[in-house]
T-cell receptor, first 117, second 114 residues
Framework: EAGVAQSPRYKIIEKRQSVAFWCNPI?????LYWYQQILGQGPKLLIQ????????DSQLPKDRFSAERLKGVDSTLKIQPAKLEDSAVYLC???????????????FGPGTRLTVL | AQSVTQLDSHVSVSEGTPVLLRCNYS??????LFWYVQHPNKGLQLLLK??????LVKGINGFEAEFKKSETSFHLTKPSAHMSDAAEYFCVVSEVGQGGKLIFGQGTELSVKP
């Protein structure tokens, strides 16, 4: 079974530029998550989708971050404009269960390492 | 509000000796608890999970963890460390009705000396 795919793996941009990340979840997984992992910290949830609807985006800085999951499969996360503090690894995860499941194992992709100069 | 505290940011052991990574959680209801491992430049991998069944949970690669409600702890152990165990380990909590949201601890870096 193929895992969660993410691209690009690495990205270097200058502050105020824009960047987009792509995620392809495991086939059939209803729920998709984007996390931000700053160096030395645990991942923090940015946004959660169930199919193509947003379940939780309370931690997403909406003035500069946006995400979509058209057709309930692939997802893109965009930052516009980027700031120095956005330097982090952006992880995508997917889960076969719905967002109300009591137990919800998530499968993680390799992440995209973003460096903002 | 739910939270996780990993008591050690870095643990160093010698190969063949026991591993203990400590985790305390805070949760209003019955939580699901997980340990994930992250090797350099690789994605997070689930080691084991607790979901209100047996309190002693066995995972992959010889790891296990014990859920102790009275102590609000979920420490990760392994009897004998291997060089390949060197990685970052995250204790994670999720609550029923929170949409499957995972709350990660800060992580514990495990070093294994030859």
């Amino acid at each position: 079974e193929a895992g969660v795919a993410q691209s690009p793996r690495y990205k270097i941009i200058e502050k105020r530029q824009s960047v987009a990340f792509w995620c392809n979840p495991i086939s059939g997984h209803a729920t998709l998550y984007w996390y931000q992992q700053i160096l030395g910290q645990g991942p923090k949830l940015l946004i959660q989708f169930q199919n193509n609807g947003v379940v939780d985006d309370s931690q997403l800085p909406k003035d500069r971050f946006s995400a979509e999951r058209l057709k309930g499969v692939d997802s893109t996360l965009k930052i516009q404009p980027a700031k120095l503090e956005d330097s982090a690894v952006y992880l995508c995860a997917s889960s076969p269960k719905g967002s109300n499941s009591a137990y919800n194992e998530q499968f993680f992709g390799p992440g995209t390492r973003l460096t903002v100069l | 509000a739910q939270s996780v505290t990993q008591l050690d940011s870095h643990v160093s052991v010698s190969e063949g000796t026991p591993v203990l990574l400590r985790c305390n959680y805070s949760s209003s209801y019955s939580p699901s608890l997980f340990w994930y491992v992250q090797h350099p430049n690789k994605g997070l991998q689930l080691l084991l999970k607790y979901t209100s069944a047996a309190t002693l949970v066995k995972g992959i690669n010889g790891f296990e963890a014990e859920f102790k409600k009275s102590e609000t702890s979920f420490h990760l152990t392994k009897p004998s460390a291997h060089m390949s165990d060197a990685a970052e380990y995250f204790c994670v909590v999720s609550e029923v009705g929170q949409g499957g949201k995972l709350i990660f601890g800060q992580g514990t870096e495990l070093s294994v000396k030859p």
